[in-house]
C-alpha cells in the first residue's frame, strides 16, 4: 500500500499577536500543514469549527471571554488539539480532550514539530484504518435498475437518498434511481466512507465541504441532519 501525504488543516486560536504570528510561520514551514484559519477569539473559533473541517487545533488556554476549555466544552465535533500556552498548572485539565500535545510558550520550533509529528501519526493510523475496511470492498459494484443492472464506482457516489423500496443514487456524473432498498444498499459500501445523517439520506464523508448542527454540505448539496442522528453526526464528523 503505498502511503497517502496527508495535509492537515489548521486553525490557530491566538490572542497574543507575537505567539500568533510565530504558529502561523511555523505552520507556513511546514509541508505537512495548512494554515485555513488564524483568530484571536474562541466565539470567533467556535463558529468556524462548525461549519468548516479543521483536522488540527492550536488552542491557547488563556483566552478573552471564552477560555480554550471551555470552547472544547461546548462544541459537538472536536479536531485533534495541540495546546499552545504560557500556564503549565492546566495541563491536567486539558487531557481530558482530544489533545495531541500541550506546548508551553514561549515554543521552539523543534518542539513544534514534534508535537505536528504526533498529530500526523494519529492522523495517519486513522487513515489505515479506515484503507484496511475500504479494502474489503469492491470500489465497482453492481446496481439493479429495474431487470437490468449498472456498474457503479463506489468512490464516485457522493450520497444516497431513499425513495421508498428505491434509493436514488446521487454521482459525479449522474443520479441513478436503483432498484434497492438503503439497508441493501449500504451493506454494498465501506461504512467508513459512507455515514446515514437523516432517515433518507446517506453521504460519502469523502465529499463533505462544510457542516453545521443542521445540515451538511456535501461538494454544493445541503443535506439536513435528521434530529434523532445529530448527536451521532456531530460525534463522528
Not at 42 to 59: C, E, G, P, V, Y
Not at 183 to 201: D, G, M
Not at 204 to 220: D, F, P, Q
Request: include cysteine; glycine fraction near 2%.
Amino acid at each position: 500500500m503505498t502511503k497517502k501525504e496527508i495535509k492537515l488543516r489548521c486553525l490557530v486560536v491566538e490572542d497574543d499577536a507575537p505567539s500568533q504570528c510565530l504558529i502561523k510561520h511555523f505552520i507556513q514551514l511546514s509541508e505537512s500543514l495548512e494554515l485555513m484559519h488564524c483568530v484571536d477569539d474562541a466565539r470567533k473559533a467556535k463558529h468556524i469549527l462548525s461549519s468548516n473541517q479543521i483536522d488540527l487545533l492550536f488552542l491557547d488556554i488563556n483566552l478573552p471571554g471564552l477560555s480554550g476549555i471551555e470552547l472544547l466544552e461546548t462544541i459537538d465535533s472536536q479536531p485533534p488539539v495541540i495546546f499552545t500556552t504560557a500556564y503549565p498548572n492546566f495541563a491536567l485539565d486539558s487531557f481530558n480532550f482530544n489533545v495531541v500535545d500541550y506546548l508551553l510558550k514561549p515554543i521552539s520550533e523543534d518542539r513544534f514539530k514534534r508535537a505536528v509529528q504526533r498529530a500526523l501519526v494519529k492522523k495517519n493510523s486513522e487513515f489505515f484504518k479506515n484503507q484496511v475496511e475500504i479494502e474489503d470492498f469492491p470500489s465497482i459494484i453492481n446496481i439493479p435498475i429495474g431487470i437490468d443492472s449498472v456498474k457503479v464506482d463506489i468512490n464516485s457516489i457522493i450520497y444516497l437518498q431513499s425513495w421508498g423500496n428505491y434509493v436514488k443514487i446521487f454521482t459525479t456524473e449522474k443520479m441513478i434511481l436503483a432498484y434497492i432498498t438503503t439497508q441493501a444498499l449500504l451493506e454494498l459500501l465501506p461504512s467508513s466512507r459512507f455515514f446515514r445523517v437523516h432517515k433518507s439520506f446517506t453521504i460519502n464523508k469523502s465529499y463533505i465541504t462544510s457542516k453545521n448542527r443542521n445540515e451538511i454540505i456535501v461538494v454544493s448539496t445541503p443535506i439536513p441532519i435528521g434530529i434523532s442522528y445529530r448527536q451521532s453526526v456531530l460525534s463522528t464528523l
